[in-house]
């Protein structure tokens, strides 16, 4: 399938003077800033990189939550030990704990299922699709503009899913000014082949993470297949290996301080283009909230796990998520903190608006953008509940099936264009995937637990805010809270996955007449629920209607300045790129850009999280690092530090060399900087990533798998 490389037009003009260390850039608009890339030290044509089915970005790859990349053409693809937590936890058991041990597949055969959910996806098509999506929406308002985007994405959606095995959806860039249809390819049956012991893939855990200087080998490699067919299939024996259109070369020569790399991947959500009130809530209210509501509900998963080691393993992806989550969200506080990001924003805004009522379309634009910001600050009211109600439906197995299954019920009986997004038969599969994965993810202690934590936080919250349902369920007191629970999953059956299965493919009828507590509980939530989303779409439909004058002003006004214009990140492919560069964190601190093995020994204390293993520091003491040192100092590398632009969904993404090989993985990015997805800071936007070199020594020195290596193009030395 060949895809048109589009320019975007004035709403994306370039900057030539635009820094090498600034901007997640759409493909299409790397040839416009080619000066900068061969200024910079790539060796390639800028405009091979803006066509997505020509290597080296058609090997690239989303993959679970994050960012992955074929590295052989037998469908062999590497990315993040932590992107790929879930998998290496849904194969582990007490008797047979992978986490803590690691895994080599012996041969194909032995590499194991992946958790039904897991998806990898290659990016096949990026089209622009702007006026059919907004054709019906145009002099619509509220829940009708939102319905009527709702509608054009869902019939373009439809039609481009009607070839086999394509995923596709609708990208939002510039906060509603223009859409591009997204077109992948979806793989269902991935399995592990390779994963370090967690105490090399996550070595230093929270501890250091977002921190530099480290030295985790955070990498794990899997392997796509397909059906006999060739086609996208769920898991079978007799499926074969997937063979990509490309795979990425890994290189045999190592970065050095100074080196051109690129990075390519699926970066999440940026805000560096919201409003100052916007910018003000996160720092004011959203962080230091969700990092104490998180935390909340780590210290639950932790104690729980301390008491029961089954317990613990079933949650240790999810408690490794939110380990995570509270991390970054505190060092975003503190970084946009540092760098006075609310006062620069404002300031900034200010001087936008001001220069906007000189323009020629200042009159036109200012009333949208003051009927936007008024919205933002109505959103405000409800903040709070909303927070919570979102989490009970994402941080339980169990409760969150059942919502989904009642809901379900509710859209099957609709056409399936009007379906709720996430609920139509295209949905279907992945939801029945999330209901037969809880069985290894579940414990009724635990999450009674998890949604106690929450409902005690809502059941402090003013009156204004409290739903009738919520209360009807459970009980305005945590008193009635304790009972509830306790009736609730003592009468369930919706533990069993046979019974959970069942009511997935029953009728709508069947689903509403069930006496399953549970299923009760998720009806009588329903309407509240229902009630939520519909004040979320209104709000959202205005916005996407408002935001465009907002963006239309600040883009004008940025190519005043002789800035860049990029897009906020929205999970589609990006590349960014700059160098190997070390950081300047305070005064008197600067770190180097490269780590050795020598301080995974320093830092080894033999307890976790620095309980480096004996096969691992054996071989660090034999010195064996023929062919991986680096070739100055003579040691064996671990990560290194760049200052490419990136955020999370970039974990797993390939950083390249100026030849575009693979020299490193992405996984962290360093504490100064994590407050990047709102606002660019170049003295301290650094970004972490695995050394290759480390990769490949750890395959042939220390857990030892030849015929890997030889897949992968680079030998055992």
């Known amino acids: 399938m060949r895809i048109r490389s589009m320019m975007l037009g004035a709403a994306m003009a370039l900057a030539l003077d635009a820094k090498a260390d600034e901007g997640m850039w759409l493909p299409s608009q790397l040839p416009g800033i080619a000066k900068n890339l061969k200024g910079a030290g790539f060796r390639g044509d800028p405009k091979d990189l803006a066509d997505l089915t020509r290597a080296p970005l058609n090997a690239v790859v989303k993959v679970g939550g994050g960012t992955g990349s074929f590295v052989s053409a037998d469908g062999l693809v590497v990315t993040n030990h932590h992107v790929a937590f879930g998998v290496i936890q849904y194969n582990s058991k007490p008797e047979r704990d992978l986490i803590a041990n690691g895994y080599v597949a012996v041969d194909r055969a032995g590499e194991l299922p992946a958790n039904p959910d897991y998806r990898l996806r290659v990016t096949v098509g990026f089209d622009k699709v702007t006026d059919r999506i907004l054709a019906q929406a145009r002099g619509k308002t509220g829940r009708a503009y939102y319905d009527a985007v709702d509608a054009a994405s869902k019939a373009l959606v439809a039609e481009c899913e009607t070839e ?62 397909v059906g006999p067919d060739g086609k996208p299939a769920d898991y079978s024996p007799d499926n074969k290996p997937y063979h990509p259109p490309s795979h990425l070369k890994l290189a045999t020569d190592g970065v050095a301080e100074g080196d051109f790399v690129m990075l390519a ?16 809530d996160q720092v004011e209210w959203r962080l230091p909230t969700s990092v104490a509501v998180l935390k909340a509900l780590q210290e639950v998963i932790e104690a729980q796990g301390k008491a029961d080691r089954d317990a613990g393993i079933r949650y240790a992806s999810q408690l490794q998520t939110l380990k995570n989550g509270i991390k970054r969200f505190s060092g975003e506080l503190e970084g946009l903190q540092r760098s006075n990001a609310v006062a620069v924003r404002r300031e900034d805004e200010t001087a936008m608006l001001a220069w906007l009522a000189g323009q020629s379309d200042g009159k036109t634009l200012r009333p949208d953008i003051d009927q936007a910001m008024a919205l933002i ?111 609730i999953y003592a009468a369930t059956k ?30 009588a939530l329903r309407p509240a629920l229902l009630r939520i989303d519909d004040e979320r ?60 093995v020598a301080g995974i020994v320093e830092k080894n204390t033999g307890k976790e999280p620095f309980d480096a293993p004996k096969p691992l520091l054996d071989a660090i003491g034999k010195g064996d690092f023929g062919g991986y040192a680096d070739p100055k100092s003579g040691a064996m590398p671990v990560d290194f530090l760049s200052n490419l632009d990136t955020t999370g969904g970039n974990s797993g993404s390939p950083v390249l060399n100026a030849k575009g090989e693979l020299v490193g993985l992405n996984f962290d990015s360093n504490w100064e900087a994590v407050s990047a997805s709102w606002m660019y800071d170049p003295r301290y936007k650094r970004a972490i990533h695995v050394d290759m070199r480390y990769m490949r020594w750890l395959i042939d020195k220390v857990y030892p798998s030849p015929a890997l290596l030889r897949e992968l193009g680079v030998p055992a030395r």
Not at 214 to 225: M, P, S
Not at 437 to 455: G, I, N, W
Not at 570 to 594: E, F
């Open 537 to 596: 779409k209104a709000r959202e439909g205005d916005l996407l209607r408002l935001r465009p004058a907002y963006m239309q002003a600040l883009i004008a006004y940025r190519e005043k300045q002789g800035k860049a214009v990029y897009p906020d990140a929205n999970a589609t492919l990006r590349v960014s790129y700059g160098k190997v560069t070390p950081l300047v964190a305070r005064d008197a601190v600067t770190y180097a850009p490269l780590t050795t």
């Open 164 to 225: 086999d095995g394509m995923k596709c959806s609708v990208a939002n860039m510039f906060y509603g000014r223009d859409f591009y249809l997204v077109k992948q390819l979806e793989l269902r049956d991935i399995r592990l082949v390779y994963a370090p012991p967690r105490a090399i893939g996550n070595y230093g855990d929270e501890i250091d993470n977002f921190v530099w200087p480290r030295h985790a080998g955070d990498f794990t490699i899997l392997r796509a297949y």
């Open 265 to 280: 991947g699926y970066p999440g959500i940026t805000y560096r283009h919201r409003t100052a009130a916007e910018f003000a």
């Open 494 to 523: 919706f533990g069993d996955e046979a019974e959970r299965l069942r009511l997935f493919k029953a009728t709508p009828g069947e689903v509403g007449k069930s006496g399953d507590a549970l299923l009760v509980a998720a009806r």
């Open 377 to 487: 600050a109505q959103g405000k009211d409800v903040r709070e509940r909303d927070l919570l109600m979102g989490l009970l439906s994402t941080q339980t197995q169990l409760m969150r099936g059942a919502l989904a299954v009642d809901r379900l019920s509710v859209e099957r009986s609709k056409a399936d264009a009007a379906r709720e997004t996430g609920y139509q038969k295209r949905d279907e599969e992945l939801i029945q995937s999330q209901l037969k994965q809880v069985q290894r993810r579940y414990d009724p202690r635990v999450e009674k637990a998890l949604v106690t934590s929450l409902m005690l936080r809502y059941q402090r919250l003013p009156d204004a805010q409290r739903l009738p349902e919520v209360d009807t369920v459970f009980g305005r007191t945590p008193a009635e809270l304790a009972h509830a629970l306790d009736r």
